[in-house]
Structure formats: structure tokens, C-alpha cells
Nanobody
Framework: QVQLVESGGGLVQAGGSLRLSCAAA????????MGWYRQAPGKKREFVAS???????DYADSVKGRFTISRASANNTVYLQMNSLKFEDTAVYYC?????????WGQGTQVTVSS
């Protein structure tokens, strides 16, 4: 069983920065891909960034150059550093872990960017 807990969301002005954290409890952190998704009101959940066990990263075009995903095996945590935030980045941000049998999701953390 895997449990994911996000934190670090909040209210920030446009142009500001936030760092989200996703703490993973259970097995598989070091060998499974993990990612961040977001869902704005009235919209579908969309991909933001992912990181493979070997460290390869991938980003949505809308966040390239502004967001950075990283992982720390020492504390089983995935981070999303978000810089130059825009109003359209406002959403609930979710992290996930992709395992062969299932994709696990956290409960989400709200990010609100004021214009």
C-alpha cells in the first residue's frame, strides 16, 4: 500500500514562487515513476511533470522553463519547484506514483496565483 501526502500549496502573487512536496509512505518510491498533475475548476486533470526512477524528467509545454521536478530518496519525497507563476497555474496539484498494479494519488494541494 502506498500513501502520498502533498504540501506546500498556498496563495502567491503572479511572478512568485512555490515549492510543492509529496511525501510517499510505503514501498516503491525509489523504483517507480512519480509525477505531478493539476486540475483547475471546470477543467480536466492535466499532466504537469514527471520523473523516472533514473532521474529522467518530462514537462508539459506550459510549464517548461518555469517548473522543476526532483526527488529525494533519503526522505521519499518528490518536489515541484514552481517559479514565475502565472494566474493560469491556479489549480489543485496532485502527485502520483505509477506502479505496475495501480496508480496512486495524493489528496491534492491548492495553488492560487493572484494576478
Amino acid at each position: 500500500q502506498v500513501q502520498l501526502v502533498e504540501s506546500g500549496g498556498g496563495l502567491v502573487q503572479a511572478g512568485g514562487s512555490l515549492r510543492l512536496s509529496c511525501a510517499a509512505a510505503g514501498s516503491g518510491f525509489s523504483i517507480n515513476p512519480m509525477g505531478w498533475y493539476r486540475q483547475a475548476p471546470g477543467k480536466k486533470r492535466e499532466f504537469v511533470a514527471s520523473i523516472a526512477s533514473g532521474g529522467r524528467t518530462d514537462y508539459a509545454d506550459s510549464v517548461k522553463g518555469r517548473f522543476t521536478i526532483s526527488r529525494a530518496s533519503a526522505n521519499n519525497t518528490v518536489y515541484l519547484q514552481m517559479n514565475s507563476l502565472k494566474f493560469e497555474d491556479t489549480a489543485v496539484y496532485y502527485c502520483n506514483m505509477v506502479r505496475p498494479e495501480k496508480v496512486y494519488w495524493g489528496q491534492g494541494t491548492q495553488v492560487t496565483v493572484s494576478s
